[in-house]
């Protein structure tokens, strides 16, 4: 006589069988290749070296260096106003409740369902004279039904933890907006600023020009001069009055510019008076490079929380590889006939309870390959992160480079104004007394045009990598501690059930 199966070794017996299955199914193979490179690890040069100076962080009002409370004003009202920082809020605001939802599948979920349905049923040929014809009957029921996920492998936790990353990740790419959007503005503001110090340059070269006229044509009064002399004199000036209109022109476009950049119109734009730019001290930076980019720098923030994300997504593919268990549930009042609210009354009370367990045991490789998608995916989040941090210190030793650069070129530019203003005075004083010809007049005019264009070049240049400078740095704004541990953006090992 066959011996009976024990009830109680029944669903041992099952989740046995489960188990014995999913290790059918390997991931041999299959694993990130990438590892994030440590800040410490690479080497600064001499710019960065001579530039630490045990300095603090710039604020998070960086262009107040500046000292032009126009721009102070405006770069206030972009944060506010500008379409691009109300779609960087919004995206975080998106993520975080994308997040919400990953946490929500964590937790009990209950559903309540309730149906009151009135049948009236005729007389005809199929239901007859019988006890049903022509009366009216109600089918009516009322349920509650809950699910709770038990999460054995750490699927769902994983899923929330990494939208819970990404959701961070966004947070750090709205600081990289604000940021790039602030730069984007001071850069404008400064270009507006060259703009009318050229202007003003053009301006009095054309007054220079106009005063030579007045002396050719006061020559030829005199009987020392000749009509040739004030052709000569009268050639450039066309010349130069359309240079102060494509200046103006150039002014009035980065007014639109900045009004853009704000989120205003260009009626905004034309209101905006002449920058009064001016920069004293030059920055010095913290001698704690570059390790704290990782703390500052909101790039390097975003992308190592993509790191950690992606970190996730492989530990979520690999509870793939087991079964999922959920508890599920329901309790009811069902009635049919009767009146509409017999199934209150609690006497057809219906309820069930137990686990629901599946696991895919043939797929095609479907499991397989969403490993590897994770995996490559984790490879090509390190892959990014090395490079922005990289690039980090690649800008920040590029713009002290430049600095210190333009701080010597504004001083060869100085020198250059100097000489060429000297020998445009000399040359006017010889044209007037008749010592020499207008030629010479014109070319040291020329000579002077071109090194005080040159110096307001450089001056601007000065200013920019001030800017940049900054924007290397982070920009000051400061992660803070919104930054992922070094365990949580490491790859995951595989579980020893799948190896």
């Not at 009516?140 to 809950?146: D, K, S």
Request: charged share 20%; net charge negative.
């Amino acid at each position: 006589m066959p011996r009976r199966i024990n009830r109680a070794l029944l669903p041992l017996s099952v989740l046995a069988l489960i188990f014995g299955l999913s290790g059918c199914i390997s991931t041999q193979g299959i694993a990130p290749q990438g590892k994030a490179l440590e800040a410490n690890a690479l080497a600064t040069d001499d710019a960065i070296a001579h530039a630490a100076r045990d300095a603090n962080w710039p604020t998070g009002q960086w262009w107040q260096a500046y000292g032009d409370p126009q721009l102070n004003r405006w770069i206030e009202l972009a944060v506010q106003d500008s379409p691009s920082m109300a779609m960087a809020a919004a995206r975080v605001r998106q993520a975080k409740a994308m997040a919400g939802v990953a946490e929500a599948a964590e937790s009990l979920q209950i559903n309540g369902e309730s149906t009151l349905k009135r049948h009236n049923w005729p007389t005809d040929q199929f239901y007859g004279p019988g006890e049903l014809a022509n009366t009216t009957t109600w089918d009516n029921n009322a349920a509650l039904g809950f699910s709770y996920a038990l999460d054995l492998w750490g699927r769902e936790s994983n899923t929330s933890e990494r939208a819970v990353d990404l959701a961070h990740m966004s947070t750090a790419e709205a600081r990289l907006a604000q940021l790039e959007l602030q730069s984007n503005i001071v850069r404008a503001y400064i270009e507006l600023s060259l703009h009318y110090a050229q202007r003003d340059i053009v301006a009095a070269t054309l007054k220079q020009q106009q005063q030579i006229l007045d002396l050719a044509q006061k020559r030829l009064d005199g009987g020392i001069g000749t009509h040739f002399e004030v052709s000569q004199a009268q050639t450039p000036l066309p010349e130069t009055h359309r240079q102060l209109d494509a200046l103006d022109e150039e002014i009035a476009l980065s007014r639109n510019q900045l009004a853009a950049l704000a989120g205003k119109g260009p009626g905004e734009g034309a209101q905006l008076q002449r920058p009064t730019l001016s920069l004293s001290a030059a920055l010095k930076l913290p001698s704690a490079l570059p390790a704290e980019l990782i703390g500052q720098r909101p790039d390097v923030v975003a992308s190592r929380w993509q790191v950690a994300a992606q970190a996730r997504g492989i530990d979520v593919a690999h509870a793939g590889f087991y079964p999922n268990v959920d508890l599920v549930g329901s309790l009811g009042y069902m009635a049919t006939g009767g009146g509409a609210l017999e199934f209150l009354t609690g006497k057809k009370l219906n309820y069930n309870v137990g686990p629901a367990i599946s696991l895919p045991i043939f797929d095609g490789g479907r499991l397989r390959a969403e490993l590897g998608e994770a995996s490559a995916g984790y490879d090509i989040a390190v892959a990014h992160y090395n490079q922005t941090l990289v690039n980090a210190l690649k800008n920040i030793s590029d713009q002290l480079i430049r600095r210190e650069s333009m701080d010597k070129q504004q001083g060869f530019a100085a020198e250059s104004v100097a000489t060429a203003q000297k020998t445009y005075d000399i040359a006017m004083i010889a044209y007037q007394r008749g010592l020499t010809d207008y030629l010479n007049v014109l070319n040291a005019q020329t000579l002077l045009f071109k090194q005080q264009q040159v110096q307001q070049q450089v001056q601007a240049a000065r200013l920019s990598a001030h800017a940049e400078l900054v924007t290397a740095l982070g920009g000051g704004l400061g992660a803070g501690n919104d930054v992922p541990t070094a365990e949580k953006t490491q790859a995951p090992k595989t579980p020893a059930l799948l190896r």
